[in-house]
């Protein structure tokens, strides 16, 4: 299966400060929407946190380098330390595929408030 490209694009100078001025109306305007994005961030950035410390424990328990993982999962080493390092938005799959190499199991749980 063939995946698809990521593209990033990078703003001049003058493109943040449109996009700065142009969140600072929204903010002003809609209040609620960016405090309800702000928690929203938050919550996922404590998530991925989680999540990330307990692959840095599975690795460090299974002796493993950044290499023998690349080699293991078919994932380019930036992105697993991107991974380990609470960074980026990994897939339920890009989870799994890293958790089955460092011989665990991925479970995912939905349950009441």
Same mark, same amino acid.
């Given at each position: ?11 001049? &100078? ?46 460090? &328990? ?38 089955? &190499? ?12």
């Amino acid at each position: 299966m063939k995946r698809a490209r990521r593209t990033f694009i990078t703003l001049t &100078a003058e493109q943040r400060k449109i996009r700065d001025r142009e969140l600072e109306a929204l903010e002003e305007e809609k209040p609620e929407l960016i405090r309800w994005a702000k928690q929203v961030m938050a919550e996922k950035e404590a998530m991925l946190l989680r999540v990330s410390k307990l692959l840095q424990e599975a690795r460090a &328990a299974s002796g493993l380098t950044l290499d023998q993982l690349q080699e293991m999962t078919g994932i380019n080493k930036a992105q697993l330390s991107k991974l380990l390092s609470a960074d980026g938005n990994p897939t339920l799959y890009t989870l799994h595929r890293v958790a089955d &190499a460092l011989g665990k199991r991925l479970v995912v749980t939905l349950a009441e408030k």
